[in-house]
């Protein structure tokens, strides 16, 4: 009995497991792209937004078409005294309408209702942009916390190596107690810079897992997505004259300003229309009772047609207090315009000076790590000669996951400046520039350096006596 017990508890673990594999999706940084753009929530209400825009543009259209209106009546009175009328009288009709003249407000209404239509495409565009931004910094946050927990993993590593060595040195006598506690307090210290990288990684998977629009599930430490790949440089070269006049016609923030200052001015029409005459046609076909016997009989029907027309001539200023706030409204419009246009090559500015911060700082602790790299490899020898202190190994150490870490940050930084710059320039990332020419083999070998940047160096894979 306990045996078929044990087997079936297997069987469900084994089970659980396989389906927690399969409900996890492995997603490439263009596949989480493409991923939120099917089913991240703004994006989702931006859709659903476009298509009300386009019901209403249906309902603006029905001002041009005619329309069919039934009307009907009975009643019954009650009489205090004898008559010889009938008690009981109806009518019914059916008729088409159609405006004739309405003032241009039909006219107005309808380009109202297709620029609002092209406004919510626009806003449904610029979600979409922000969006696919927001997952490319969020994918990369992924990579570089998990590439900083192999940083920190490795610099506990060293330090695990130092302890073990000053532990063996305190043994033989040759050492102090004092070089055995700073080993074990230096690694102390770095564990928690592990369990921050660790809890950041899953802060990160959190952040893209919300961005898709995929649940998490709360039972397991599972996540639904896994990122594959790993942080790497790629050298864009882009031009700032070039990405100002990409974003001054692309990008649809600026295009939905116009519009809304289109609106404003249709919206003037509108307004001033409801001082104008209105004229309808009408025609259709009409029964009803005759009240007295003596003129007719009891059923009459026959065809109709006709003109209505009415003329608001006096409407305690009313269209005058529309008119004046529409125009203020235009006027606000306006300056959203100049704002949204201010507002893009700001962005454009400030995504191009991150983008060349990035480039100078991962230039320069490219080679930061290797020279930091050698000085461990310096301050191990020299402790090992006794021409050093054991404060120079572990400052070194020190410097090494610093400098890695810098590093590994910068490229962060350069790949982020690169998704600002796509979306302020309404682009994707691989339209960007140019990559950066290799002229001569010391290039090539930097730039083969820079995309390999989540390993360490081959210095560090070394314990030391």
Not at 138 to 150: F, S, T
Request: charged residues 30%; contains cysteine; glycine residues 6%.
């Amino acid at each position: 009995m306990r045996r078929r017990a044990s087997i079936f508890a297997v069987l469900v673990a084994f089970a659980a497991t396989t389906a927690t594999a399969f409900a996890q999706k492995t997603l490439t940084l263009e596949q989480a792209v493409a991923l939120a753009k099917k089913q991240n929530p703004e994006i989702v209400i931006a859709r659903k937004q476009l298509e009300g825009a386009r019901g209403t543009v249906i309902e603006a259209r029905s001002g041009y078409l005619p329309s069919v209106v039934s009307s009907g009546l009975l009643r019954k009175r009650q009489r205090a005294e004898e008559s010889r009328l009938r008690q009981d009288d109806y009518n019914a009709s059916l008729r088409v309408v159609q405006n004739v003249y309405s003032g241009g407000a039909n006219a107005a209404r309808l380009e109202i209702a297709r620029l609002i239509e092209e406004k919510r495409a626009l806003e449904l565009a610029a979600i979409t942009d922000r969006v696919a931004m927001d997952v490319r910094i969020a994918y990369n946050e992924l990579l570089l916390n998990r590439a900083k927990i192999g940083v920190r993993e490795q610099a506990l590593r060293v330090l695990r190596e130092e302890l073990k060595a000053q532990t063996e040195r305190f043994v033989a006598g040759t050492v102090g107690e004092i070089n055995v506690r700073r080993a074990d307090v230096a690694l102390a210290n770095e564990q928690p810079q592990l369990i921050g990288a660790e809890t950041s990684v899953q802060n990160s998977y959190l952040r893209l897992s919300e961005l898709c629009g995929v649940q998490t599930n709360s039972r397991s430490r599972v996540q639904p997505l896994e990122a594959t790949g790993r942080l790497e440089y790629r050298p864009k070269r882009p031009d700032l004259s070039e990405s100002l006049a990409y974003a001054s016609t692309s990008r649809p923030e600026i295009r939905a300003r116009e519009i809304d200052v289109a609106i404003e001015d249709l919206q003037l029409i509108v307004d001033r229309s409801e001082l104008r005459p209105r004229v309808e046609a009408f025609t259709g076909y009409e029964v009803y009772s005759e009240r007295d016997p003596d003129v007719g009989d009891a059923f009459n029907h026959g065809y109709v047609v006709g003109l209505n027309a009415s003329w608001h001539i006096f409407d305690g200023f009313a269209t005058k207090g529309r008119v004046r706030a529409t125009k203020a409204r235009r006027e606000a419009a306006v300056q959203a315009l100049e704002a949204a246009r201010l507002s893009v090559q700001s962005d454009v500015r400030s995504a191009f000076f991150d983008l060349e911060q990035a480039d100078r700082v991962l230039e320069s602790e490219t080679r930061n790590v290797e020279n930091a790299s050698e000085s461990l490899e310096i301050a191990r020898s020299n402790l090992a000669a006794g021409l050093g202190t054991q404060l120079d190994v572990l400052q070194a150490a020190s410097d090494v996951t610093r400098t890695r870490t810098t590093r590994l940050s910068a490229i962060y930084l350069h790949n982020v400046a690169l998704a600002r710059l796509a979306r302020a320039t309404a682009r994707e990332p691989e339209a960007l520039g140019f990559a950066a020419k290799i002229k001569t083999a010391e290039d090539a070998k930097q730039q083969a350096q820079a995309f390999d940047l989540a390993k360490p160096p081959a210095r560090l894979e070394r314990g030391g006596g």
